[in-house]
């Protein structure tokens, strides 16, 4: 069944680096744009980056710009998210959303926390 996966989060100390993958299952990201989202506590759900499906255009929201990557791997089914230089507002649930032509695919996963702190 279609299904996304976010993986990557935990604990890290500010400044450091965090990677974070969205595996999907059940169908094809290679006509898809994916997102990535966050959401810390009492907050809502934003978008933090975007990737077309050519990976020829990125989306970053100017908090983490120069700080955050977005890529994929068509061939793993799979996009990323580098974090680098992260700080405490960084700090949430991170999510991953399918679009294919403008219609999610599947639904929400389960996010993959990231904390920042020292």
């Known amino acids: 069944q279609v299904q996304l996966v976010e993986s990557g989060g935990g604990l890290v100390q500010p400044g450091g680096s965090l990677r974070l993958s969205c595996a999907a299952s059940?169908?094809?990201?290679?006509?898809?744009?994916v997102s990535w989202y966050r959401q810390a506590p009492g907050e809502q759900r934003d978008k933090v980056a975007s990737i077309s499906s050519s990976a020829t255009t990125t989306f970053y929201v100017d908090s983490v710009k120069g700080r955050f990557t977005i890529s994929r791997d068509n061939a793993k089914n799979t996009v990323y998210l580098q974090m680098n230089s992260l700080k405490p507002e960084d700090t949430a649930v991170y999510y991953c959303k399918v679009l294919r032509r403008g219609v999610m695919v599947g639904s929400w996963g389960q996010g993959t926390q990231v904390t920042v702190s020292s």
């Open positions: 059940g169908f094809s990201i290679s006509d898809c744009a």
